[in-house]
């Protein structure tokens, strides 16, 4: 089992930043990837930047690319999500996630985090 807990989350004015993190405990040696992913209200859930923990660039959608950045510490067993020039639109809850060995899609997830950016 793999445990996901996101902090971070809030309200900001569109132009600021915000730093996502995702801490990991429990059996952390089997993510092999992890992810985060944001739903808005009366939305799907989309994707938003994924990172390996092996080896890779990470990953972003279009809409984000440019504006956040995700990192992770191994030491600390914790992946960020660095969200710069937000806009309303980023208004979601954010959810991190990871993919332990063998799974074939990301099988452990947060509880999510809400961020709202004011106009």
């Known amino acids: 089992q793999v445990q996901l807990e996101e902090s971070g989350g809030g309200l900001v004015q569109a132009g600021g930043s915000l730093r996502l993190s995702c801490a990991a405990s429990g059996r952390t040696y089997s993510v092999v990837h992890s992810g985060w992913f944001r739903q808005a209200p009366g939305k799907d859930r989309e994707f938003v930047a994924a990172l390996s923990w092996s080896v890779g660039s990470p990953r972003y959608a279009d809409s984000v690319k440019g504006r956040f950045t995700i990192s992770r510490d191994n030491a600390k067993n914790t992946m960020y999500l660095q969200m710069n020039s937000l806009k309303p639109e980023d208004t979601a809850v954010y959810y991190c996630?990871?993919?332990?060995?063998?799974?074939?899609?990301?099988?452990?997830w947060g509880q999510g985090t809400q961020v709202t950016v004011s106009s």
């Open positions: 996630a990871a993919l332990t060995r063998g799974a074939h899609d990301y099988n452990y």
